[in-house]
C-alpha cells in the first residue's frame, strides 16, 4: 500500500467533481500540495473553486498539458476522467503511481468496509445494508468492530458512501474502529485500485459501460479487482444465479457467501428464497429472515437486491431482526423504478438510472399492467437485442427521444 504520510507529496488530481474536491480538501488538509486539473475554463467552476478557497491548492484549468506530470508524486483521477486522457497516458510511460479517493480511502479508514460493486442493484443494496447496520446499532449489536478497545465507543456510526452520496474520504478522519462503512464501488473507481474493503460483494456481471472499458474482458476484470486484493480473513459475497458474478468465485482469497433464489451451491454458505422466506443456510441447516410479503419493492430484480443485502448483512454479523426491520417500509432509492405519482389514469414509475439493457429489461417485468415506456439516452455501446424482444412482448406504447 502507499504511503500515508502526505507531508510535502505534490499530487495532482485531474477531474474537479465532487470526488476530485473532496480528496484535495483531504490531502491539502494532511500536508500535500495539491495541484486541481480540469478541461473546463475558470469560469465554468466559479462555485467549485470558491468551496476551496480556505485550502491552498493550485488550479490548472482549461486543458491538461502534459507539464502537470513534472515533479509529482502521484496522480489522483476523478471517475468521471478516461483512463485513455493522453495526460494519464503520459503518466503512465513516466512510472507514475496512480490512485483515487476510494483507494486512498480504504488505505485511511480505521473501521471495517463493506464495498458493494455490480453492473445493477448497487446503489439499493448498498442503501439496504446501511439501513440495516444503522438499525442494528439501534439494537445494540455491533459485531463488525475491528476495535480491541475494552472500552469501545459507545455511539458507533453507519457510514454509506463512495458511488452514491457523499465521497467517503471527506469523514474518514471522523471515523473510528467501531464503525462500520457500507460503500458502493463502481468499475471506473475498480479500474484503479491495489486494494480491497473487508468485506467484497459483486452482485451480477452483465454487459455495461462498454464505451468505457472497451471489451466484456476488461469490464469484468475491473469489477473484480475488488477481489483481488483481500487477505485470507475477509469474506467475498457472489451472486451465484449471475453466471457473471459467480465465475469469479477462483479469485476469491478469503470466505466466501452467495445469494439466489435456489439453494447455495453444495458446502456454501449464503442467502436463498425458499417457501416464501428469505433464508440463510450455514452449510447445514436454514434460518428464516424475513418474509417476501416484507419486500415492498416491485420486481425480481429487487428480490435478489434484497438477499444480496442479506448476505452481506450476515458477512457482518447484522442479527436478523435488524435485516427484516432495515427491509420493511424501504421504499427504494430515487430514479430507481421509484413510484412518482398517479395522474391522467396511469402510475407513472421513474426508472431514469436504468441506463443498461438489463436494467430495463428488469424494470419491466416488474409490471403486470400495460406499459407505456418512455426511454432515451446515450449509447454505451452495449447489445439491444434482449431489450427489442421485451419491448415487443412486454410494451404496449414505445416513446423514444
Request: one cysteine or more; aromatic letters at 6%; proline letters at 5%.
Amino acid at each position: 500500500m502507499m504511503q500515508m504520510d502526505w507531508n510535502g507529496q505534490r499530487v495532482l488530481i485531474i477531474g474537479v467533481a465532487r470526488q476530485g474536491t473532496a480528496l484535495a480538501r483531504y490531502l491539502t488538509t494532511h500536508g500535500a500540495r495539491v495541484v486541481l486539473n480540469d478541461h473546463r475554463e475558470a469560469d465554468e467552476l466559479v462555485k467549485v473553486r470558491q468551496s476551496l478557497a480556505d485550502i491552498p491548492v493550485e488550479w490548472a484549468l482549461g486543458g491538461h498539458p502534459l507539464e502537470l506530470l513534472d515533479d509529482v508524486d502521484l496522480v489522483c483521477i476523478s471517475g468521471g476522467v478516461p483512463l485513455t486522457l493522453p495526460l494519464i497516458v503520459e503518466a503512465r510511460n513516466r512510472g507514475l503511481p496512480l490512485s483515487n479517493d476510494s483507494q486512498i480511502f480504504l488505505e485511511a479508514a480505521p473501521c471495517r468496509v463493506a464495498g458493494i460493486t455490480g453492473s445493477a442493484g448497487k446503489t439499493t443494496t448498498t442503501s439496504l445494508v446501511g439501513r440495516m447496520a444503522q438499525i442494528s446499532c439501534e439494537l445494540g449489536v455491533r459485531c463488525w468492530s475491528k476495535s480491541r478497545s475494552l472500552t469501545p465507543n459507545p455511539q458507533p456510526r453507519v457510514w454509506v458512501g463512495g458511488n452514491i452520496g457523499n465521497p467517503l474520504i471527506a469523514d474518514v478522519d471522523e471515523m473510528t474502529p467501531d464503525d462500520l462503512v457500507v460503500m458502493e464501488l463502481s468499475s471506473f473507481q475498480l479500474d484503479l485500485m491495489t486494494c480491497s474493503p473487508d468485506v467484497a460483494a459483486v452482485l451480477n456481471v452483465t454487459p455495461n459501460h462498454l464505451d468505457r472499458h472497451g471489451t466484456m474482458e476488461a469490464y469484468t476484470a475491473a469489477k473484480a479487482r475488488i477481489l483481488d486484493f483481500q487477505q485470507p480473513g475477509d469474506m467475498a459475497v457472489l451472486g451465484h444465479d449471475d453466471l457473471g458474478a459467480w465465475g469469479l468465485a477462483d479469485s476469491v482469497r478469503g470466505g466466501l457467501l452467495s445469494f439466489g433464489m435456489t439453494r447455495p451451491p453444495k458446502g456454501r454458505f449464503g442467502t436463498f428464497l425458499h417457501e416464501g422466506w428469505i433464508t440463510l443456510w450455514d452449510r447445514e441447516t436454514s434460518r428464516k429472515l424475513l418474509p417476501i410479503e416484507a419486500i415492498h419493492l416491485r420486481g425480481e430484480h429487487n428480490l435478489l437486491n434484497v438477499l444480496a443485502a442479506c448476505a452481506i448483512a450476515a458477512a457482518v454479523d447484522i442479527p436478523a431482526d435488524a435485516m427484516r426491520a432495515g427491509v420493511e417500509k424501504f421504499a427504494g432509492v430515487p430514479h430507481r423504478l421509484e413510484f412518482v405519482r398517479s395522474w391522467g389514469g396511469a402510475d407513472w414509475y421513474n426508472d431514469s438510472i436504468a441506463t443498461a439493457p438489463e436494467r430495463a429489461i428488469a424494470a419491466i417485468r416488474s409490471f403486470d399492467e400495460p406499459i407505456v415506456l418512455l426511454a432515451g439516452g446515450r449509447d454505451k455501446n452495449l447489445p439491444w437485442a434482449d431489450l427489442a424482444a421485451v419491448v415487443r412482448q412486454r410494451v404496449d406504447h414505445l416513446v423514444i427521444f
